[in-house]
């Protein structure tokens, strides 16, 4: 009975160690062992639009929430919230016609994955401008459409047209004609622009005057150009911007939204940048690329925007504007001139204090960027309460 009971246990030993040596010789790719320092850290999504439109950054949210890579459908939603009177009455439509009284639009989106970008400008009679920069950007090799072939492009996509001129037009235009056209985008012409409409043909040479930027003010609800930025938890960002264009511009002018780098980029391996304010001071420096860019060189979000909006302000110490931007990591800084306060929203990131909430900073002084320069003249519009 002895022996018996003394076999039996022989034979469960030998079974265990059967058993651990099976386990030993299991195939390492069956088994995972965490290595120190290898978990993964989740990115804080965020969705920050510029000026103070919470609505509009609501909606984008709310897309961004609903699971990974859907940054680009976030920042299209923003835009699309933003074509209505809750945006500014500019925004809106129809009350942003060029000086000949058409309306156009322009729009462009960028993923900070691929750095394929997608835009429109001058594009007339289209509405939703954003959605025909995006199918640009998925069906075609190109980057930038403009004027007719923009507006063809929309509709073999299947676009509607909208956006026609209507009575708000009619009445911006009135009123525009009699203050003699002013405020005007003409220089060095004959008539004077600052007295009359037009048509002006280029003045001699010798009557010519000393260059100068022709900035404009820039008021809340008076503005044309709204921008998103979409960061997920993955770290994929995408960028948009939408814009009806500056007030009685010269037909076929183009704006900053349509310019990769100017109003918007993004990369993930670095950030992204929204800017907004003067187009066509904004197209002169690409303030946008080099915030991101100066972040790759080790600035952070807060240093690479005011080292961006003091060499604008170097070679233009009339600018009205503001810049945005983000790193990779979700961390955001912000930088304005010719504005007591600029507002942004912002949605997700680090604090997470609530959604859709605004944040302001106070602009640089001018004085302590440069003394002196050239410098331009602009009307100051009224300030009017913004549109609800």
Not at 5 to 34: D, S, Y
Not at 81 to 104: I, M, V
Not at 119 to 145: Q, S
Not at 199 to 209: D, E, Q, R
């Amino acid at each position: 009975m002895v022996w018996q009971n003394w076999c039996l246990q022989v034979l469960i030993v030998l079974l265990l160690l059967k058993f651990v040596c099976a386990v030993q010789e299991t195939p390492r790719k069956h088994r995972w062992t965490p290595k120190f320092g290898t978990k993964r850290t989740q990115i804080p999504p965020l969705l920050i639009s510029t000026w103070n439109y919470t609505d509009a950054n609501l909606q984008a949210w709310c897309v961004l929430q609903q699971g990974s890579q859907r940054t680009r459908q976030a920042v299209i939603q923003g835009c699309l919230a933003c074509q209505s009177k809750r945006c500014g009455r500019l925004l809106a439509g129809g009350s942003g016609p060029d000086s000949d009284g058409h309306l156009t639009l322009e729009a462009a989106i960028m993923d900070g994955s691929t750095l394929q970008y997608g835009a429109v400008a001058g594009m007339e009679g289209v509405r939703n401008a954003i959605l025909v920069a995006d199918a640009l950007t998925r069906y075609t090799k190109h980057t930038l459409l403009v004027g007719k072939g923009a507006e063809k492009f929309a509709k073999s996509m299947g676009y509607k047209e909208g956006n026609p001129p209507n009575r708000r037009t009619t009445k911006a235009l009135q009123s525009w004609y009699l203050n003699r056209c002013q405020p005007n985008f003409w220089r060095d012409v004959h008539p004077s622009p600052t007295k009359n409409c037009g048509p002006y043909s280029p003045l001699p040479p010798h009557l010519l005057k000393q260059p100068m930027h022709q900035e404009y003010s820039i008021i809340g609800g008076h503005h044309d150009q709204l921008a998103f930025m979409a960061l997920d938890e993955e770290g994929k960002i995408h960028v948009a911007s939408h814009s009806s264009g500056t007030r009685f511009r010269i037909p076929g002018r183009a704006g900053d939204s349509a310019v990769p780098g100017a109003g918007i980029y993004a990369d993930n391996e670095v950030g992204g940048a929204l800017a907004c304010g003067d187009g066509d001071v904004l197209m002169r420096h690409l303030p946008a690329f080099l915030a991101v860019e100066s972040m790759r060189s080790g600035k952070k979000p807060a240093q690479a925007a005011e080292w961006v909006m003091q060499r604008v302000l170097r070679y233009n110490t009339e600018f009205n504007g503001a810049i945005v931007v983000v790193n990779r990591k979700g961390i955001y800084g912000a930088a304005c001139a010719g504005l007591d306060e600029f507002n942004f929203v912002v949605s997700g990131g680090k604090r997470y204090l609530s959604m859709a909430r605004v944040e302001g900073i106070k602009c640089l002084e001018r004085d302590e960027i440069q003394d002196g320069g050239p410098r331009g003249f602009f009307q100051s519009i009224p300030e009017k309460k913004m549109v609800p």
